[in-house]
Nanobody, 119 residues
Framework: QVQLVESGGGLVQAGGSLRLSCAASGRISSINAMRWYLQAPGTQRELVADITSRGSTNYAESVKGRFTISRDNAKNTVYLQMNSLKPEDTAVYYC?????????????WGQGTQVTVSS
């Protein structure tokens, strides 16, 4: 079994920063892409940023220049540094990862972490 566990969410004032972490554990051979999504109340889950195993990144337009995704392959962990936070960033943030187990790739999701930005 593979688990993804997020941490680092919380309440912050507009303009502040938070750093989210997502650690994968279990029977992992390797991890390909890792991603962060957000889901605000009443909306669909949307992609915030992704990063390949080699470190190539992509960002949603709404977070470019403010958020940075990174990963530590030795720790099977992906991070999301969020700066200049806005009230509209308020959402539950989820990570997912394409994990290789016994030569097969599976997509796993974390349980989510709440980020609340006050104005």
């Amino acid at each position: 079994q593979v688990q993804l566990v997020e941490s680092g969410g919380g309440l912050v004032q507009a303009g502040g920063s938070l750093r989210l972490s997502c650690a994968a554990s279990g029977r992992i051979s390797s991890i390909n892409a890792m991603r962060w999504y957000l889901q605000a109340p009443g909306t669909q889950r949307e992609l915030v940023a992704d990063i390949t195993s080699r470190g190539s990144t992509n960002y949603a337009e709404s977070v470019k220049g403010r958020f940075t995704i990174s990963r530590d392959n030795a720790k099977n962990t992906v991070y999301l540094q969020m700066n200049s936070l806005k009230p509209e960033d308020t959402a539950v943030y989820y990570c997912n990862a394409d994990v290789v187990v016994d030569n097969k790739s599976y997509r796993y999701w974390g349980q989510g972490t709440q980020v609340t930005v006050s104005s």
